[in-house]
């Protein structure tokens, strides 16, 4: 089971990030775990349900590419920024360098979703936050879309 979060809903106060780890995982150098924890509930990472506005999806290969028209879409865009600065901001003073790297891809007026055992019924497109990641030169954060 997936609790998603409404994009509107999400309490900024409510995220909380994990310590400085060494990551294993990929080249960046450190990564900091990320959990969204109310009174009733503590998630480990944040999924945020998008309802893009008059949307479209096709099929490339592994991938469903959702195409969605970026002024019918401003306020949720604007508002996933506003998340991600507020995410990003708790580590400003460790990199100089922070990378809106969902601002950005949301700003191609598409994004990717790997097929993995995707049927017709599959609606909701799910933003997946799972931490940040930090290099030298940069940050920014670990996340993926999903279609459930």
Not at 68 to 87: A, G, M
Not at 98 to 112: D, F, G, R
């Amino acid at each position: 089971m997936i609790l998603a979060l409404n994009v509107y809903d999400i309490d900024k106060s409510n995220v909380i990030i994990g310590n400085r780890e060494i990551n294993l995982v990929s080249d960046y150098t450190f990564f900091y775990k990320l959990f969204y924890s109310t009174g009733y509930y503590i998630m480990n990472g944040i999924h945020i349900k998008l309802n893009f506005v008059d949307y479209n999806s096709k099929v490339y290969y592994n991938y469903i590419k959702i195409n969605y028209n970026i002024e019918k879409n401003s306020r949720l865009i604007n508002t996933i920024n506003d998340i991600e600065n507020c995410i990003l901001s708790n580590i400003s003073n460790v990199s100089p360098s922070l990378k809106n790297n969902v601002y950005t891809e949301l700003m191609q007026s598409a994004i990717k979703i790997q097929k993995r055992n995707v049927s017709n019924n599959q609606k909701h497109i799910i933003l997946k936050i799972t931490g940040l990641w930090e290099n030298n030169n940069s940050c920014g954060l670990c996340y993926k879309f999903l279609l459930i």
